[in-house]
């Protein structure tokens, strides 16, 4: 039996934040270091993180998914691998667009390729750049990966992520679908209308992907 | 001999409350030990109520965690961020299988209580196709009972559990005692009047479940959530927590330990009986040694084997009870596999409130009275369901935008599986030893699993297919998904055998109560006793077995003939 010490990322943070406060270094020094081992998005990811999903789900009557924090989910849930993100997308698809001269992202490293293909659908800065110009390239974006052959596209990942992030926050699960933890009965057969609402608590999409 | 309890009952799953509850029931004073830690009805179900947006990972469970610590656990449906907690860690708790074979998924839950937390529910009877089959077609060996000899212990097994089903009159799926059944939804109800007025040898009926429609003995009905492996605080399925346990504890006659891992079975070769357990204490870390006039295994079907082979003696130096030498041999899993996903247009105007939690089965129709499906031998049959779908459906197509979410407001398409289950043939190559050359935690040597489906098993799923695809085409479906070969061994969660039932000692571990053959004293009542698999889910006739054993084994000892 072998026994390996590790620091694992509450400790890293933790050790981060008392140098912090001992040396009265400012915060951003966890962020980089965590940033620098792969476990978090960069500012800049994030502020590129948050003008996405909301193109993806924006508000209407009911909140957008910036407003319910699914950019912070999404870089979350990329660090852990959710929805496959931590295996290698499109590896097995060498036509797949990618980083030049770069193994195929996992992981964080799919903001990498997120930016770049928005650089090249011509997005310009994302601090600044309207909304509709951030839409017509995920719309592009989408298309493409959503094309015959295009399977493992980061893309289906990253729009997964944010479909899973937006209807399990309290918004989308409840406002924008419905929430019944208890039905207490069941219905086998009900009139459906193109006004009738979805459940978000029929755990389907959770049970099945 | 004095003995510290009459019965001890290792394993407080599905069978182990059984055991633990008619052995009280019956005036003896019982040990129930459990590997696993403590869970106590309602309060212990911690997840049972949150809500996805207060979860860590909103329910879909840390990826990362669950590549390195639940490697195989994560496979299993029922298992995600709330359920977690219900079954084992696979980094902690690991075990061989044979390479060069196909591996096998062991999915498993450690904890009072068992499995019968996160199971599927669904109660089946077997019938004398199923009883018959070993001696009609040569594999394996004759079971030595048959249907007329637990049709009382079903009956008593349903009306305490709580299944409801509708009462159908199909000779390979005999009817039992239910609660009123669960109703079709539109979608169902259409595609049934397809296949029965297509078909006169296939109906389609609700699946029988342990999930109750009328209260019972302080139970709930179903609430309709479906999340059951959460563990669920109305007590509307069947648990060990929510049934059996209590029954036995109102007794004053049982003993519970938990944190307790059984390393043997002891065994007097003067008297030839089994004399207790030896378990190690996890919180405590010592071994404690009991003793009992009889001893009870229900710590379910593969570790029920790896206990036995690892209780070594002089008498018995290839295992207790296993002078045959067929113990471990003759694992069985169900072959199953998705024989058809199919999109059923033209419904859209229809849909139902609440989370039905059960399916629905087209009862084996296959190689009953006549060899009709020539290319492989016994049968399968179906469970699936009609459900529409929900915002998933967003991640598998094109949109983004106001649109996207305009449209995922709605609920989505209609889709039908159907999921077969074939029967898995009894063979003697597919087999549990003992892997000398790898330890756990406590040096115990680890279980080995050797499993594979065969030609028959890939020639049943072959069939199911064609004859899903064919049905669903006939209701009008659109088929978009269609699997012909099994899933690996274990997805079936149906793990059984090992231990036989059977009538000759040489060719069988257990005989016709469930009791060893070479110790008269031993009992072995959870999957490891099956002779054969039928293909419906087998854990409705543990139970009625082990009723059935827990009746036998008092008379006996009352009688004082063990």
Not at chain 1, 12 to 27: E, F
Not at chain 1, 41 to 65: C, F, H, K, S, Y
Not at chain 1, 110 to 129: A, H, I, K, N
Request: hydrophobic share 40%.
């Amino acid at each position: 039996m072998s026994s390996e010490v590790t620091l694992d990322r509450r400790q890293l943070i933790g050790s981060a934040a008392l140098l912090a406060a001992l040396i009265g270094a400012p915060l951003y020094i966890k962020l980089h270091e965590d940033a620098r081992d792969g476990r978090t998005a960069t500012p800049d990811q994030m502020v590129m993180l948050r003008r996405v999903v909301e193109a993806v789900i924006p508000r209407t009557d009911t909140p957008g998914a910036a407003e319910v924090g699914v950019d912070g989910f999404v870089a979350l849930g990329l660090a852990h691998g959710l929805e496959g993100t931590l295996a290698p997308s499109g590896s097995s698809q060498p036509n797949l667009p990618r980083l030049k001269g770069r193994p195929a992202p996992a992981g964080l490293d799919l903001l990498d390729w997120l930016s770049e293909q928005l650089q090249r659908e011509g997005v310009g800065d994302v601090v600044t750049t309207t909304d509709a110009v951030i839409e017509r390239a995920l719309t592009t974006i989408d298309a493409a990966a959503f094309a015959k052959g295009q399977e493992a596209s980061p893309w289906r990942k990253l729009k997964a992520l944010i479909l899973l992030g937006y209807y399990t926050s309290e918004a989308g699960a409840t406002r924008e679908l419905r929430y019944e933890l208890v039905p207490g009965r069941w219905d086998a057969d009900l009139p459906a209308t193109p006004a009738t609402r979805g459940w978000s608590s029929d755990w389907t999409a959770l049970t099945f992907g | 001999m004095t003995t510290e309890f009459d019965a001890i009952v290792v394993g407080s799953g599905i069978t182990g409350g059984w055991a633990a509850k008619e052995l009280t029931e019956a005036g003896l004073k019982v040990l129930l030990v459990e590997r696993g830690r403590n869970i106590t009805h309602g309060e212990d179900y911690k997840t049972e109520t949150v809500p996805p947006w207060e979860m860590p990972f909103r329910g879909a469970g840390d990826a990362e965690l669950y590549a390195r610590d639940y490697a195989t656990q994560r496979g299993n449906r029922a298992f995600d961020e709330w359920t977690q907690n219900h079954f084992v860690n696979d980094r902690e708790n690991p075990y061989s299988t044979a390479p060069g074979r196909e591996g096998f998924m062991w999915w498993r839950s450690y904890q009072l209580g068992g499995r019968s937390l996160t199971w599927g529910r669904q109660s089946y009877r077997w019938s004398d196709y199923d009883f018959g089959a070993n001696k009609a077609d040569g594999h394996g060996v004759d079971w030595p009972i048959r249907y007329a000899d637990l049709a009382p212990w079903y009956d008593h097994v349903e009306r305490f559990i709580g299944v409801s089903g509708s009462v159908e009159g199909i000779p390979s799926l005999p009817d039992g005692q239910y609660q009123p059944p669960m109703a079709l939804n539109f979608v169902e109800k259409h595609i049934k009047t397809k296949i029965e007025s297509t078909y006169a040898d296939r109906k389609l009926v609700i699946g029988r479940t342990a999930n109750m429609t009328e209260g019972k003995d302080g139970r709930s009905p179903c609430q309709y959530r479906s999340i059951c492996a959460r563990g669920c605080s109305f007590g509307a399925y069947f648990s060990t927590q929510s049934s059996t346990l209590p029954a036995a504890k109102v007794t004053g006659l049982l003993t519970v330990v938990t944190d307790a891992i059984v390393e043997r079975v002891e065994h007097d070769p003067v008297t030839n009986r089994a004399t207790g357990v030896v378990y190690y204490d996890t919180a405590k870390r010592q071994r404690v040694k009991v003793t009992a006039r009889l001893v009870f295994l229900n710590a379910g079907a593969f570790n029920t084997n790896h206990l036995m082979l690892r209780s070594t003696s002089e008498a018995f130096p290839n295992g207790i009870a296993n002078r045959s030498g067929i113990l471990g041999t003759h694992i069985m899993d169900h072959p199953n596999t998705l024989s058809v996903m199919a999109i059923m247009p033209g419904f859209e105007g229809h849909t139902t409130f609440g989370n039905r939690p059960t399916g629905i089965i087209i009862p084996r129709f296959r190689n009953l009275d006549t060899q009709d499906a020539p290319s492989f031998k016994r049968g399968y049959f179906y469970m699936g369901g009609a459900l529409r779908g929900a915002w998933g459906d967003g991640k598998r197509e094109a949109g983004i935008g106001r649109a996207l979410k305009a449209k995922l407001r709605s609920p989505q398409v209609w889709r039908m599986v159907l999921i077969a289950y074939a029967e898995s043939m009894p063979r003697a190559s597919n087999r549990l030893t003992v892997d000398a050359s790898r330890r756990d935690a406590l040096d115990q040597p680890l279980l080995k699993i050797d499993f594979a489906h065969g030609a028959n098993e890939r020639a049943a799923m072959a069939d199911a297919a064609a004859q899903a695809r064919e049905m669903m085409i006939g209701a009008g479906g659109i088929v978009v998904a269609s699997l012909d070969q099994p899933a690996p061994g274990g997805t079936a969660i149906h793990e059984m055998g090992g231990a036989r039932m059977g009538w000759d000692p040489a060719t069988s571990v257990l005989d016709r109560y469930s009791r060893a053959h070479d110790v008269p004293n031993l009992f072995v009542t959870d999957g490891a006793q099956m002779t054969s698999s039928a293909c419906q889910n087998p854990s409705l006739t543990y139970m009625a077995l082990t009723a059935r054993a827990c009746s036998n084994a008092v008379s006996m000892l009352k009688e004082g003939s063990i």
